[in-house]
Nanobody, 119 residues
């Protein structure tokens, strides 16, 4: 299974970006999907996740600014990022987890897309 992430780039503080992530071919029945990020020199952290029924959760620092959504028919997940801050600069990785698996070690990962927010 390969996930293709797109939509990253360079944006000024206060701006917006929308990330997308879709499988390149056939895929298992998908449960949780979402996004992690890895800021420079730091560990990877969960940003947002969404279940197949639409339940979401977010990292505290992005609540109210980021919105994740998904298209179940296309197994595609999105991350709308508004009011971006320099501290949001990171490589963003999408993930998809087989339905019924509850922990991150079962995640399949996208290749990462760079988001850079200038001050």
């Amino acid at each position: 299974v390969q996930l293709q992430a797109s939509g990253g780039g360079l944006v000024q503080a206060g701006g917006s970006l929308r990330l997308s992530c879709a499988p390149s071919g056939s895929i298992f029945r998908v449960g949780v999907m979402g996004w992690y990020r890895q800021p420079p020199g730091k560990e990877r952290e969960l940003v947002a996740a969404i279940t197949s029924s639409g339940y979401t959760n977010y990292k505290d620092s992005v609540k109210g600014r980021f919105t994740t959504s998904r298209d179940n028919a296309k197994n595609t997940v999105y991350l709308q990022m508004d009011s971006l801050k320099p501290e949001d600069t990171a490589v963003y990785y999408c993930f998809a987890r087989p339905f019924g698996m509850s922990t991150p070690e079962y995640n399949y990962w996208g290749q990462g897309t760079q988001v850079t927010v200038s001050s």
